[in-house]
């Protein structure tokens, strides 16, 4: 998931080892990093995007299908 710039409770080494070890840990399932996709003016709160965020997930997951 995307994840808000504004929010500094993580490093961002500390955000891709964790990214890292869910990919590691879940080889079966397909990943589309989004984790830094969005701007903070794309989130509706501290964790929820707003419509234009939204949009840009859906535009990076069309992106990725195959």
Do not use: W
Not at 10 to 35: G, M, R, Y
Request: proline letters at 8%; charged letters at 25%.
């Amino acid at each position: 998931m995307p994840y808000n710039p504004d929010i500094k409770s993580s490093t961002l080494q500390e955000k891709q080892k964790a990214l890292e070890l869910f990919k590691n840990t879940f080889k079966n399932i397909p990943v589309i990093d989004c984790f830094n996709l969005l701007e903070a003016s794309d989130f509706y709160d501290a964790i929820h995007p707003n419509r234009k965020g939204a949009q840009k997930i859906t535009e990076q997951i069309i992106l990725q299908l195959p």
